[in-house]
């Protein structure tokens, strides 16, 4: 499985982004989805994931701000970021599940939220 995320940038806060993660390769075995971040000096954590069948989780400093969906006909899963805050700013990584146990991350994508 390869994954190509896009969409990060530059956006003032209470603006809107929206990130994309298209996935290729072995990609009927994708199971979980998610979204991650990684601020300067800071760990990676998750944002939101998604298991197949299931609902939505996402951090609770996102919640009711940021929407994970995806589009089955592109192969693609998206982050769509609404009123983003400076504190959002970071590297975001989508990642996904494959089969039991094979995650692969994709690259990351700069988000610089503005005050």
């Known amino acids: 499985v390869q994954l190509q995320a896009s969409g990060g940038g530059s956006v003032q806060a209470g603006g809107s982004l929206r990130l994309s993660c298209a996935a290729s390769?072995?990609?009927?075995?994708?199971?979980?989805m998610g979204w991650y971040r990684q601020a300067p000096g800071k760990e990676r954590e998750l944002v939101a994931i998604?298991?197949?069948?299931?609902?939505?989780n996402y951090v609770d400093s996102v919640k009711g701000r940021f929407t994970l969906s995806r589009d089955n006909a592109k192969n693609t899963m998206y982050l769509q970021m609404n009123s983003p805050k400076p504190e959002d700013t970071a590297v975001y990584y989508c990642r996904v599940r494959a089969g039991n146990s094979n995650w692969y991350w994709g690259q990351g994508t700069q988000v610089t939220v503005s005050s």
């Open positions: 390769g072995s990609i009927s075995s994708i199971n979980v």
């Open positions: 998604v298991i197949s069948g299931g609902t939505t």
